[in-house]
């Protein structure tokens, strides 16, 4: 358990004390501050506009990478109050919006359900305003952090409100089907590169991108609906948008599913560019033949 972590921790806790206009205001400097010196991840940034985004100018696609950065460091920073400010403040800052019939089944139904969380910046606070809104048991998957002290305190920020188990990505889906068969939810988020062995090739963006097919096999395995979740960070916390299930999914073909959740998704960032997690290597896994983009 290193030092940094524990006064990592120990800031965020002190943090959660503040006002959120200060929180914000903190995280608004560190993210032009990592714009300037992360170098390495700014240029995965830069690739990944430039490849989904190339009939939009160079100075468009730079506004957006600075304002993805302020968003990275904005939303961790929020953890802060997530996880440790008292449950009052948490639920004032957190709006759940959208479909009625959708969000009163998650707080009140017994169907499974796989709630498809993309990789927006306010997914922990997604995660935490349906929790606090349910009894229903819910999953989601995490990949284990390398330092043990972090490790719990993600987890038990995640596990703060409702009942949420969190699976580890090594346990298989015996327990994640298991859990969505006993009428839970399935917090999901899909949407990454997890390398060749885990993966298809379908399109995002009109670019080959290798894409694990799990939303459509747990809706199947687990003959669940599947609902898309949106989180918008705003001034005053999150919006997190809950919309209508989708109609006649999963079919038989996971390949096709997968490309209708990227083609769907398209249409989720589209809304709100800068919120989505460019700071990820989408493209890192290539088809046989194709060069590196990074």
């Known amino acids: 358990m290193s030092l940094s972590a524990r006064l990592g ?3 965020m806790r002190t943090l959660a004390k503040l006002p959120l206009p200060v929180v914000r205001g903190v995280g608004a400097v560190l993210g032009r501050v990592l714009h300037t010196v992360a170098v390495p991840r700014r240029h995965v940034v830069d690739i990944n506009l430039a490849l989904c985004f190339p009939e939009r100018s160079p100075a468009e696609r730079r506004r957006i990478a600075r304002e993805t950065f302020v968003f990275v460091a904005q939303s961790w920073l929020d953890r802060s109050w997530l996880w440790h400010a ?9 709006r759940v ?13 017994s169907a499974p359900m796989i709630l498809f969380a993309p990789h927006f910046y306010g997914l922990d606070a997604a995660a935490t305003a349906l929790t606090m809104h349910t009894a229903r048991p819910s999953t989601t998957i995490y990949t284990t952090q390398r330092d043990p002290l972090v490790d719990a305190w993600i987890r038990e920020g995640r596990q703060r409100f409702g009942n949420v188990i969190t699976l580890n ?4 889906i015996k327990p994640i089907v298991a ?17 060749r ?16 097919p799990s939303l459509s096999r747990f809706a199947r395995l687990g003959k669940a609906k599947v609902v898309p979740v949106v989180s918008r960070l705003t001034k005053t916390g999150y919006d997190i948008e809950v919309l209508s299930a ?5 079919s038989d073909d996971a390949v096709a599913d997968t490309a209708l959740m990227n083609a769907r998704l398209q249409g989720y960032i ?25």
């Open 9 to 11: 921790i120990g800031f």
């Open 179 to 195: 859990g969505l068969r006993r009428s839970g939810l399935l917090y999901l988020l899909p949407d990454m590169d997890f390398g």
């Open 197 to 212: 062995d885990q993966s298809v090739f379908v399109p995002f963006y009109g670019v080959p991108a290798a894409t694990i």
């Open 246 to 250: 989708w109609q006649n999914f999963p």
């Open 270 to 294: 589209d809304a709100m560019p800068s919120q989505y997690y460019w700071v990820h290597r989408r493209f890192k896994t290539r088809p046989e033949g194709e060069p590196p983009v990074y």
């Open 86 to 94: 008292p449950e009052a403040v948490v639920a004032a800052r957190l």
């Open 169 to 172: 990505r090594s346990e298989g």
């Open 97 to 109: 919006v959208g479909a009625p019939a959708e969000i009163d089944e998650i707080a009140h139904g």
